[in-house]
């Protein structure tokens, strides 16, 4: 039986004659040409934070319509003073507007407005390669996984592709946050990943601006969601189109940002460092004849542990709510109306294709 005759038998049949998963396996294949969605049964979602990209955001949209059929695609422009806004909608996208400043802020809005089952995140500089994102959708779906990494790999040997000094800062910064979780951390600050609707309805989204990779690393790595990585190309961004980061003042951010997750996600071990160097000091305070100073000393000393192991008590009970809402959404599944409607879409359009368009409007 042809792909065309399997779409236009399943018209006439319900729900209640035929197993959905079974017919999604069998029937609605990622390959098949006259299938309206490349992943039926998933409602999936692009997110596209832009600001001034008129140059590059239309390619970017065009590119992800060609490689996922049927994936929404919102593109949110940051206060543009270009024509971002028009490129993106001329191509196809869904345009939203975000007032408030920052890559991080435009998250916060797409994460609480969208409602998909999968969630694909991707800057509109046309730097990362839309070709990948099948593969980290599938990868998600395969686990099932709630995040899943695309570590960048340089297609182009042109400095803007990846800069030396945002080289250095992302491994440094990996290697902070691997210290601080105890695991292996790879390229926290990519742009290009994919999310479970559990990950995103829990994930509480307090960046602003660039820190905002950093915070979904570390979410990951506080609530211990089942993760994996794919490897993605990176190039050069296209003419006329310019970096929005500054690497020191953007690479300070982040590192005051690292230092309030330790605080928060490791209180114990960030004020007993405190504790221990006021300790140590009210211990050599009276030889040194300043005596005096030993007991405020260590009665600070005392005041950090306190306050340590109570904002711990604080971490467990935010963990424990955190891993209520992650757990109050439903897992990456396959929507059986989702399934129906994919079916339908593509029974239509093989219709269309085995007689003509002009016959099955007649019809």
Sequence with gaps: MTSTETAIGTESMTSAEIDLRTFAATHVRVEDEFTGARFPGYRVAAIVPCYNEEAAIGKVVRDLRSTVPGMEIYVYDNRSSDATAEVARKAGAIVRRENLKGKGNVVRRAFADIDADIYLM??????????????????????????????????????????????????????????????????????????????????????????IETELTVHCLSTRVPTTSVKVGFRDRPAGSESKLRTY???????????????????????????????????????????????????????????????????????????????????????????????????????????????????
């Design 122 to 211: 991707i800057d509109g500089d046309d730097t990362y390669d839309a070709a990948a994102a099948p593969a980290m959708i599938q990868a998600l779906i395969d686990g099932p996984h709630d995040h899943v990494l695309g570590i960048r790999e340089p297609e182009t040997t042109g400095e803007d592709a990846y800069r030396p000094g945002h080289e250095n800062g992302n491994r440094m910064l990996n290697a902070v946050v691997g210290k601080v979780f105890g695991t292996n951390v790879e390229d926290m600050l990519s742009g290009y990943r994919v999310f479970s609707r559990r990950f995103v309805k829990s994930f509480p989204a307090a960046s602003r601006e660039f820190e």
């Design 249 to 363: 003042r953007d690479g300070f951010k982040i590192l005051s940002l690292i230092v309030n997750l330790a605080r928060h996600e490791r209180p114990v071990p960030f004020y007993g460092a405190f504790a221990a160097l006021l300790a140590l000091l009210g211990g050599v305070t009276a030889p040194l004849g300043i005596a005096y100073a030993t007991p405020a000393l260590f009665t600070l000393a005392a005041l950090s542990t306190m306050i340590g192991l109570v904002l711990d008590g604080t971490r467990k009970t935010r963990y424990e709510a955190g891993r209520l809402a992650y757990l109050g959404q439903a897992p990456v599944e396959v929507r059986p109306e989702l399934l129906i409607e994919d079916a339908v879409t593509g029974a239509a359009a093989a219709r269309r294709a085995a007689f003509g368009r002009s016959v099955f409007e007649a019809a």
